[in-house]
């Protein structure tokens, strides 16, 4: 698996990668998984996250993953970015974001823009 945890001047962030995924959604669900588990022994509201969407695509069953995924672990998160998303998929993003309701994230160019943020003081820009 992908995901992992890293430190980013001195704050620890949790970066949830489901990039390169394409069109495979039994794999993304794999790393869905892992991030459950990765997260579910964490404080409630105490995660900060960056979501890296590069290389993956939306179909029926990459979507109800990512739900049920924003399900288990939104609990967890303090503060959200999302890298890897672009134009059209940009606006699918903000889509799944009303429709899974309490979902709040800023998005990003680049990992290190994402990963400033997070340790920052600036609330969500969304």
């Given at each position: 698996?992908?995901?992992r945890w890293v430190n980013?001047?001195?704050?620890?962030?949790?970066?949830?990668?489901?990039?390169?995924?394409?069109?495979?959604?039994?794999?993304?669900?794999?790393?869905?998984?892992?991030?459950?588990?990765?997260?579910?022994?964490?404080?409630?509201?105490?995660?900060?996250?960056v979501s890296n969407m590069?290389?993956?695509?939306?179909?029926?069953?990459?979507?109800?993953?990512?739900?049920?995924?924003?399900?288990?672990?939104?609990?967890?998160?303090?503060?959200?970015?999302?890298?890897?998303?672009?134009?059209?998929?940009?606006?699918?993003?903000?889509?799944?974001?009303?429709?899974?309701?309490?979902?709040?994230?800023?998005?990003?160019?680049?990992?290190?823009?994402?990963?400033?943020?997070?340790?920052?003081?600036?609330?969500?820009?969304?």
């Amino acid at each position: 698996m992908k995901s992992r945890w890293v430190n980013h001047k001195g704050v620890r962030v949790f970066i949830a990668d489901f990039s390169g995924y394409a069109n495979d959604a039994v794999a993304l669900r794999a790393e869905c998984n892992y991030v459950t588990h990765m997260l579910r022994d964490e404080p409630l509201h105490s995660v900060v996250s960056v979501s890296n969407m590069d290389g993956t695509f939306a179909n029926e069953d990459i979507i109800r993953a990512l739900m049920e995924l924003v399900g288990h672990t939104n609990q967890f998160i303090q503060k959200r970015a999302v890298i890897g998303v672009s134009g059209f998929r940009r606006h699918f993003l903000d889509v799944f974001a009303k429709v899974v309701g309490d979902l709040k994230f800023s998005v990003f160019d680049t990992l290190e823009q994402a990963l400033d943020w997070l340790v920052g003081d600036e609330p969500h820009a969304k």
